[in-house]
C-alpha cells in the first residue's frame, strides 16, 4: 500500500502511532483477535497498521488483504447503486415500493394503540423507496424478541434463511417480507431493518439484472473493487478471517470460521444489507468515490448533487437515528448532525456506517479524511473500538 507521510497531510506520525498502541492493547488483552486501521486524508494514506490474527486456530495474522464480512457496510454500496438508477430515470426516491415490487401493494401496519390482540390498518400513506434508504418504511429486523412485529420476522423470515442459507432467492426473500405486517407508520420512525435487502430487489426488477450481477458490473468492478462479493471463493480463503464472540469466561471464542461460514458458499440471495465481503482497501475506494463527490480515478458512478443528497440529513425533526440525538440519518448513511452531543472527536456532517462484527468506515468532507475499521467480532456494541479508532484519529490531525 502506497503510504504518504503523515505530516504533508495534516497528521502527526507521533500522534498517529497512539492509534497502533490503542488497537495493540485490545489484542493484548485477548479481547479482539486482530485489528486492521487506515486513515486516508486527501487522498493520501497517511496510516495503515494491522495488528494480531486472521485466524487464531491455525496463526493466519491480519494483512492488508485480508477479507472480511462487512455486513451491513453493504448498506450504503446498496443505496448508491439505487441512487445510480435514480440518475438514470429509471426510478423516483417518492415512488411507492409497491410501483416496482407489487407483492408490497398491500402491506398493513400493525395497530399498537389496541391493549390486547392482533389489529392491522391501512398505512397513512404508502411506503416509498426513500422510506427504504432512511430506515422509515416501518419495516423491521427481528432483533426484539418481546415485539410482536419481530416474532414474526423470525418465525417466517429468518428460521429459514437459517435453515436454508444457500438455497433460498432474493425474491423469496422480498415476497416473504412483503406479507409481514409494518411496525409503524411509513415515515414516523427510524426503524433499523430489511428495507436495504428490499432495496436490493428493486435494483433487480428496475435493471433488469441479478443484483449480485449489477453490483459486480456497475460498482465492483469500475471501482477495482476485486476482492469484494456475495461470497468467498475457495481460492481467495487462505486470506478470509474468522469471526470471535465473547466465551463463557469473557475468553475470545470462535462463532463463524473460515470453510465453515456461509460465506464460503455461492447464495441464491444476495442480500443488500449484509451479504457482503471486502477488504479494507477495496472499501477504501467506494469511500474514496462518495468523499469525491461520486468518482473515483475517473469512473463517475454518482453526479456531486447526488452524494450531497445522499450525505443529506433526511430523518425529519425529533427523529434520530437509534434516538441518538447527534445522528440523522441520509440515504443509506448515518451523519453526524450534533457534534456536541456526539461525545467523540469529529465534524458536523460526517457520514458512514458499520457492521455487525464491528468493521465501520466513516467519511469527513470537512477534512477530506477517511477513517476505515476492520475486525471481525460479535456482537458489535461489546467494546467501544470504533469509538476508540475514531478519537485517536482526529487527536492526531495538527494542521
Known sequence: MNMATPETQGFSSQRLARINAVMD???????????????ARRGQVVHFHQCGMAV?????????????????MTKPITSVAVLMLLEEGRLRLADP???????FKDVKVLDTSID?????????????????????????????????????????????MEREPTTVSLEWFV?????????????????????????????????????????????????????????????????????????????????????????????LC???????????????????ML???GELDGVRLLGRKTVELMTANHLPPGVHRFDDPAAGFGLGVSVLTDLGQSATLGSVGNYGWGGAANTNFWVDPQEELIGLLMLQYMPSDTYPVAVDFRNQVYQALVD
Not at 56 to 69: A, L, S
Not at 97 to 103: D, E, K
Not at 232 to 251: C, I, M
Open 97 to 103: 415500493i409497491a410501483a416496482y415490487l407489487p407483492a
Open 56 to 72: 487464531r486456530e491455525t496463526g493466519v495474522p491480519m494483512r492488508e488483504d485480508t477479507i472480511f464480512r462487512i455486513f451491513s
Open 291 to 293: 468523499l469525491n463527490k
Open 175 to 267: 415476497a416473504t417480507t412483503a406479507k409481514l405486517p409494518l411496525a409503524s407508520h411509513p415515515g414516523a420512525k427510524f426503524r433499523y431493518s430489511v428495507a436495504t435487502d428490499v432495496l436490493g430487489g428493486i435494483v433487480q426488477v428496475v435493471s433488469g439484472q441479478p443484483f449480485d450481477q449489477f453490483l459486480r458490473e456497475r460498482i465492483f468492478f469500475p471501482l477495482g473493487m476485486g476482492d469484494t462479493a456475495f461470497h468467498v471463493p475457495a481460492d481467495k480463503l487462505s486470506r478470509f478471517a474468522a469471526t470471535y464472540g465473547p466465551g463463557e469466561q469473557g475468553e475470545l471464542k470462535l462463532v463463524d470460521g473460515v470453510e465453515t461460514s456461509r460465506f464460503a458458499h455461492p447464495s
Open 270 to 288: 444476495p442480500t443488500g444489507g449484509s451479504g457482503l465481503v471486502a477488504t479494507i482497501g477495496d472499501y477504501l475506494r467506494f469511500a474514496q
Open 116 to 160: 390486547s390482540g392482533v389489529r392491522y390498518v391501512a398505512p397513512v400513506r404508502p411506503p416509498t423507496i426513500r422510506d427504504l434508504l432512511t430506515h422509515t418504511a416501518g419495516l423491521s429486523y427481528g432483533f426484539d424478541e418481546g415485539v410482536y412485529v419481530d416474532q414474526l420476522y423470525q418465525q417466517h423470515l429468518w428460521a429459514t
Open 25 to 39: 492493547a485490545y489484542v493484548a488483552a485477548e479481547k479482539l483477535a486482530g485489528v486492521v486501521t487506515l486513515v
